[in-house]
C-alpha cells in the first residue's frame, strides 16, 4: 500500500551511481513527499518515455518505509532463512514469467488480484514506470467475489493508464494489452467479465516455476512472487 512503498519516475541529469543515490535522497526530501519517515530506497535508470529534455534521464525511484522493511527481514530470518534482496512483487511477478514477458515491447497493465488488495502497474519496454496498490473490503472469511470486484478494478486501471499516459508519458500512449496475475485466475467468470469491461487484450502472467516436489500442495500461483523474488540478481 502507498503508506508503506511509494514507486515515482524522476527526471534528473546522467551522473555517477554514487551521486546519482544522493540526488535521489535530496528528492525524496524535497520534491517528493513520503508518507513515512525515515525512509530507506532504491533507484534505478530507466528508457525515457517518448522525446526528452536533452540531458535529462528518467530514473525510476522505489521508497519504503524503514520499519516495514525490517519487520520482514525480521521475519525472514526468524523462519531460519538469509535475507538475499527485498524487492516489490510486479517486479518479482515479472521476472517469473520469464524473458518473453518482461521483454514484450510496447506498454502493458500488470493487474495483481489477492483477496486484499489489487496492485495495478505500468510496465513499458522492460521497465515498470508507476504502481497502485487499491485495497478491498474483505472480511477474511468467505472466499471474495471476484466478479463483483471487476468494475472498481478496471476503473482503477482506467485512472492509472490515463496518469500514465498524460502525467508520465506526456501523450496518449496506446496500451497493448492487460497481463492478469494473482488469485482470481481461478475465476474464469471474474477473469470474462474483466476482459469485457476493459476493452483490451487480457493475457494471464505466465509463471515459469517447477518444483522439483509438491510446495504444500499449493498452486504455483500461490507461490509465484517469492521464486520471483529468488530469482532476483540471477541470469534470468
Known amino acids: 500500500p502507498a503508506d508503506r512503498v511509494t514507486v515515482r519516475l524522476l527526471h534528473l541529469p546522467p551522473m555517477p551511481e554514487r551521486q546519482l ?69 510486479p517486479l518479482a511477478r515479472l521476472r517469473v514469467a520469464g524473458a518473453m514477458a518482461w521483454r514484450t515491447p510496447g506498454v502493458h497493465v500488470l493487474v495483481h488480484m489477492d483477496p486484499a488488495d489489487t496492485t495495478i502497474g505500468i510496465v513499458a519496454n522492460g521497465a515498470l514506470y508507476f504502481l497502485r496498490t487499491i485495497e478491498h473490503a474483505w472480511n477474511g472469511e468467505s472466499p471474495p467475489d471476484w466478479p463483483a470486484r471487476m468494475a472498481d478494478i478496471v476503473y482503477e486501471v482506467e485512472r492509472v493508464t490515463q496518469f500514465f499516459q498524460f502525467n508520465l508519458a506526456g501523450r496518449e500512449t496506446p496500451v497493448d494489452g492487460v497481463w492478469l496475475s494473482g488469485e482470481a485466475l481461478q475465476e474464469a467468470e471474474a477473469v470474462r467479465r474483466f476482459e469485457s469491461l476493459a476493452g483490451l487484450p487480457v493475457t494471464a502472467l505466465p509463471i515459469e516455476v517447477t518444483a522439483g516436489r509438491p510446495v504444500l500442495h499449493l498452486p504455483a500461483e500461490r507461490y509465484a512472487t517469492a521464486a520471483g523474488l529468488a530469482l532476483k540478481g540471477g541470469s534470468r
Open 21 to 89: 543515490r544522493r540526488a535521489v535522497a535530496l528528492e525524496l526530501g524535497s520534491t517528493v513527499l513520503l508518507p513515512f519517515d525515515d525512509p530507506v530506497f532504491d533507484a534505478v535508470r530507466v528508457p525515457p518515455l517518448g522525446e526528452s529534455e536533452e540531458g535529462v534521464g528518467a530514473v525510476l525511484v522505489v521508497a519504503a518505509s524503514r520499519t516495514y522493511v525490517e519487520r520482514g527481514l525480521a521475519l525472514v530470518r526468524a523462519a531460519g532463512l538469509v535475507p538475499a534482496a527485498v524487492d516489490i512483487a
